[in-house]
């Protein structure tokens, strides 16, 4: 005999119902709560599984988002579309203000990506957020992999990872000293595909730029980049037009895209299946510096 | 095998999720394993592989060490040793995975406690030279009292023992019994070698007399039982949606995931702790109305009446309520180095409550193995299994565990700091009752 429990739940609706489990959980037990958000389809997918928890009330938490000043134009389109769309509020941290101000230095690279730690935690401690919704998985880092749902940062929202507290059944212990926050990850248990496979799903807009498109881009430690104000291409470092998609996106400085003739999510699930290396591996610079780049940008309170 | 050979094989929509756990050492070959699976599943990416080949060089090994894989933390990988629980993701056309890979030495109670609470399948690691040892009785305990409905012995490095069928049966058949004697539901042992490969994800060429299924085929086609079939309804309540908008005046919901059982419009309910009746007008399944719905679905209930509740307030059909309770016995398993005390104020968070409560007696302190009560400890330390008998400030209403994982389950909370100090899983853990003596 089948009963209606006998019947298994599909995979992206376990997905969906832990994570609109979890925003639950933090409105119900923080007081100040915030979402990372960055245009990135991981922040989008997060965004739609926040607006699917509470509606049909508004979402009762503002976005934040961590400007680089080396944006893409579809993406901060995107963002500001959304943001009208939804009614949200938008807190931005600038990174280029930072620099203006004299309390970030450029780096000799020109990359930025490891610039938003001060900002973000900045803007934490003026706002009193805490917590703090993230895009993270698990699956795309080492690092990322020890990861809790829940993660308790210090005052300088650094992460520790022996202070991780452990993390059982669906208790979430959000609990923290005052000045200290937690930041949450809603997506700890997607993987790259099962976001693509949700985008795909339920149609949810993503920025043009992860469908092939058309591109001057030049080659950087085996990455194509985006020409732009940002700093590139330097002497030797041929422009040309080549049919692209970005796989991440974040700072232009060191989000590569990759050759692509994927224009749907459908096609980007099959190119996704088929490829050989793991989305940082192929189009994030910033994960190359070490074996433990990840880990060490966390402990300075990086995403 | 459901597999590609070109392309690491995505679940399809209609995919299944499992989540298991892996418990053994790295002596068992655990790393080896979890490394063939991802290897021959192709879900290991060539930028990963070659991390770990480098990785390995750096420190002299010849051949890629897999259980650098799972080693991210920078004093893992200096120490050599696996600190924490690794999340892993993987899937075949059939069902996605999650991995919890729990390390077998350092703190290893806690972590496999930890790997397991959300498991549905644990896969226990014993080497065929060695057969059931000590860690393996651990395991299984551990398994038992976590109620992972699936376990599955591994029984590797049979090509150490000349794949011989009779050594497989022995050990199959000691594990087995000591496993269904814990409680456990189901246990399937498979005889293989993740040196080589053999009944990994490819059937093996060497032990024609097993006809049953690889490890990959097993985790694939095993039906997952965690939500029970016939368990009553539960609905912890984790916050009220009210929108107060012009288009929604007065829509009150209650938001939260169903803890067990089904759930269903025109349902009669009642609120715990206050005792109210109302019925269920509406479920919301996340933008859809539907008729029913049934764990784990995160859902908003909507009620007939006008009550007042909050979060941490229980809505479950009438007729088969659970206890409500101040006074609770449980097995718990301390977690962190500050010992717990006969005395000891904490917070107890159950579902979605979390009320005062404190340490009455701790009655025993459990050991695996031999599995036994030890009367009277004065403390538990990290790491330790223990019988204790807690008062909350406030009732809580409790299932047993297991009858219910999500329902039956609690953590102790520092009030000072927040730490999270114990686990604790709400009366009889065992199905059958702890035995008195050793050599169980």
């Known amino acids: ?303 | 095998m459901t597999t590609g050979t070109e392309h690491h094989a995505t679940a399809g929509h209609h995919a299944t999720l499992l989540r298991f756990a892996t418990a053994g050492s790295v002596d068992d070959g655990k790393s080896t394993l979890v490394g063939r699976m991802l290897h021959d599943s192709k879900s290991l990416l060539a930028d990963q592989l070659e991390a770990v080949e480098r990785a390995s060089r750096s420190r002299g090994q010849e051949a890629p060490d897999l259980a650098l894989l799972t080693d991210g933390l920078r004093a893992e990988r200096e120490q050599g040793i696996t600190i924490d629980v690794a999340y892993r993701y993987f899937a075949t056309a059939r069902r996605s995975f999650i991995l919890a890979d729990t390390p077998g030495h350092v703190q290893y109670t806690r972590n496999m406690v930890t790997g397991a609470s959300t498991a549905e399948l644990v896969i226990v690691l014993v080497d065929a030279r060695h057969g059931v040892v000590e860690q393996t009785r651990r395991h299984a305990a551990v398994a038992a009292l976590l109620r992972v409905p699936h376990v599955v012995l591994a029984v590797n490095k049979m090509d150490l023992v000349g794949h011989a069928e009779s050594v497989f049966a022995d050990i199959a058949d000691e594990f087995t019994a000591y496993a269904q004697e814990l409680g456990v539901p189901a246990v399937t042992a498979i005889p293989m070698s993740a040196l080589n490969g053999d009944n990994v994800v490819a059937p093996s060429a060497h032990m024609d007399w097993y006809g049953g299924p690889t490890v990959l085929e097993h985790l694939e086609t095993v039906h997952v039982t965690a939500e029970p079939a016939h368990a009553p309804a539960r609905f912890p309540v984790q916050y009220v949606i009210r929108p107060q908008t012009a288009e929604h005046p007065d829509y009150r919901g209650y938001a939260g995931l169903i803890a067990s059982g089904t759930l269903r419009v025109g349902q009669d309910v009642v609120v715990l702790p206050s005792g109210h009746r109302s019925v269920i007008s509406g479920i919301d399944l996340l933008g859809e109305r539907v008729e029913s719905a049934r764990a784990p679905q995160s859902v908003t209930v909507l009620l007939a009446d006008d009550l007042d509740v909050s979060r941490g307030d229980l809505i479950t059909p009438v007729g088969s309520p659970p206890t409500l309770t101040r006074d609770i016995e449980a097995t718990v398993c301390h977690l962190v180095d500050q010992p717990l005390l006969p005395g000891r104020k904490v917070l107890l968070k159950h579902t979605t409550r979390t009320v005062q409560a404190v340490v009455r007696e701790i009655e025993s302190r459990v050991t695996l193995d031999p599995l036994h009560r030890h009367p009277g400890p004065d403390r538990l330390v990290a790491n330790d299994i223990g019988r204790i008998r807690l008062r909350t400030a406030e009732p809580v209403a409790l299932d047993p565990y297991v009858v219910s994982r999500r329902t039956g389950s609690f953590l102790l909370i520092d009030p000072a700091d927040g730490s999270t100090l114990t686990a604790g899983m709400a009366g009889e853990s065992f199905v059958t009752r702890a035995p008195a003596g050793p050599g169980a």
């Open chain 1, 1 to 303: 005999m089948t009963t209606e429990t006998d019947i298994p739940v599909r995979h992206l609706d376990a997905l969906e119902s832990e994570a609109v489990h979890i925003f639950r959980e933090v409105a119900g037990e923080l007081e100040r709560p915030v979402i990372l958000f960055s245009g990135g389809k991981d922040s989008i997918v997060m965004l739609h599984l926040a607006l699917k928890a509470f509606a049909p009330a508004p979402l009762p938490f503002p976005l934040l988002h961590v400007d680089t000043g080396h944006n893409f134009p579809e993406v901060l389109d995107y963002r500001d579309r959304t943001v009208a769309r939804y009614g949200l509020r938008l807190h931005v941290a600038s990174v280029q203000e930072h620099i203006d101000r004299g309390q970030l230095k450029e780096r000799p690279d020109g990359t930025r990506n490891p610039l938003q730690t001060v900002p973000l935690v900045e803007a934490i401690q003026t706002h009193r957020f805490d917590a703090v919704f993230g895009g993270g998985r698990r699956d795309e880092e080492k690092a990322r992999a020890k990861e809790r749902v829940f993660s308790l940062r210090d005052e300088f929202g650094g992460w520790d990872p022996r202070r991780q507290r452990p993390e059982l059944w669906q208790l979430y212990n959000g609990r923290h000293a005052p000045g200290e926050h937690v930041r949450v990850f809603p997506l700890s248990n997607w993987t790259e595909l099962d976001v693509w496979q949700y985008i795909a799903r339920t149609g949810i807009e993503v920025p043009s730029i992860y469908y092939a498109h058309e591109r001057d881009v030049f080659l950087r430690d085996g990455m194509w980049l985006t020409a732009g104000d940002w700093g590139g291409p330097k002497d030797g470092e041929p422009v040309e037009r080549r049919t692209v998609r970005y796989r991440t996106v974040g700072d232009m400085s060191c989000t590569g895209a990759v050759d692509s003739r994927a224009a749907d999510p459908y096609a980007v699930i099959a190119e996704i299946a088929a490829s050989r290396l793991t989305e940082r591996g192929a189009t994030r610079a910033d994960d190359r510096m070490s074996e433990a780049a990840m880990e060490d940008r966390k402990r300075e309170g990086y995403f």
